[in-house]
């Protein structure tokens, strides 16, 4: 199919995924599910984001392996190539290329009011902490100042300290990716972005990068839309109904994995953690039930009420029983579809991919090049 051939009149979408992790029964409901949907709709372009993996240390070879295991299960999941792009991010230079011209455009603070930065390198301070630093210049070595006058000063000290301590041991590409982010949408001329309620900001960070750019130099991006699914259930961990489910969770008991056999897939579920009580109610007081009950409701089509409604008088042993059977028959067909993928099919398809959205890639960049003066 020619490039010519996705070009429509449809809004057009940008998404991906990390091949990273084990992706898990939360990713696809959560998003790989939606995007199925929405390629019917809009003009589509889903990437693994493997650009984005390196930001935390990758087994070379791991690497590779889930690169390809990542877009298999996007053709599994009913992601057709001949509806939406997909593409391996590093195929295509464009996105660094334009990551670093958008850096001289972002701000320190822009990055540092990012909460997933701050989950993931455990670096955390806020507004006013951090102007405390930047103006009495950091941790002083010499303590012998010290005195009543000079409190303010040795607790910002201290502060300071312990913050570069944490900060020393963060790569600047986990503090930065935020940026990648933005470039992967905005190379696009992406419309519309669907992601979780957790990127939301970093989707906020493109719309402000766009806008900076088109003041500066002239109308360049378009400033993308946020898209957040509205319905449906968040899956959180079967060993801790408090976070959400997790493809880089230590513990192999806080997820199941799109790829896990019937025999882990009932394991998994027997050991999931449940409240006090032996009642099966779908109650915010019973957190853990209630996540289970979503579960049960997303892979088998029953409204949470009617789940509760058939598990009257019976206890968790029945639920989980069910539930594994309904998560192994649902998964069931979407694993044969997996497997019958070959890696050389995968592989034409994602070169194929990356030759149609370079070409959209070049002549963004190329313009945006012009803009800033560089000779094209």
């Known amino acids: 199919m020619d490039f010519m051939d996705f070009m429509t009149n449809k809004k057009r979408i940008f998404s991906g995924v990390q091949p990273s992790g084990n992706l ?3 990713n696809y409901l959560g998003a790989i599910k939606n995007w199925v949907k929405l390629q019917e709709k809009y003009e589509s372009i889903f990437c693994v984001v493997d650009m984005h993996a390196i930001t935390v240390p990758q087994d070379p070879e791991m690497l590779r392996k889930k690169t390809i295991e990542i877009a298999k299960i996007y053709l599994a999941s009913g992601i057709d190539p001949k509806k939406s792009m ?12 334009l990551m670093w011209i958008l850096n001289t455009i972002a701000r320190m603070s822009d990055l540092f009011r990012m909460t997933q930065f701050k989950d993931k390198s455990g670096v955390s301070l806020d507004s006013e902490q951090m102007e405390n630093i930047l103006t009495l210049s950091g941790a002083s070595e010499d303590m012998s100042y010290v005195g009543t006058d000079n409190k303010d000063k040795i607790r910002v000290d201290i502060l300071a300290r312990r913050y570069f301590d944490s900060v020393n041991k963060v790569g600047v590409g986990l503090f930065d990716y935020p940026v990648l982010m933005a470039a992967d949408i905005l190379l696009y001329d992406t419309q519309v972005v669907p992601v979780g309620e957790d990127q939301k900001q970093h989707v906020e960070l493109a719309r402000d990068l766009a806008k900076r750019f088109n003041q500066k130099f002239g109308e360049t991006f378009v400033v993308p839309e946020v898209h957040i699914k509205k319905e449906g259930m968040r899956i959180m961990g079967l060993d801790d109904p408090t976070k959400k489910m997790s493809k880089s969770a230590s513990s192999e008991y806080n ?3 799109l790829l896990d056999d019937e025999e882990t897939i009932r394991r998994k579920i027997k050991k999931a953690v449940t409240d006090s009580g032996s009642e099966i109610l779908y ?15 997303a892979f088998s089509g029953k409204s949470p009420r009617e789940i509760e409604a058939s598990y009257a008088g019976k206890g968790y042993g029945d639920f989980k029983a069910d539930l594994a059977e309904a998560v192994i028959e649902y998964l069931k067909s979407f694993q044969d579809k997996y497997d019958s993928i070959s890696d050389q099919e995968v592989l034409e398809i994602l070169e194929d991919g990356a030759k149609k959205v370079k070409v959209l890639a070049k002549k963004k960049l190329d313009e945006v090049k012009e803009k800033i003066g560089f000779i094209v």
Do not use: C, M, R, T
Request: glycine letters at 4%.
């Open 24 to 26: 898990h029964i939360g």
């Open 86 to 97: 997909i593409f391996v991010q590093s195929q295509v230079s464009e996105h660094a290329e």
């Open 255 to 257: 997820y199941i994995s």
């Open 283 to 297: 109650a915010d007081d019973k957190p853990a039930l209630k996540n289970l009950i979503n579960i049960f409701s």
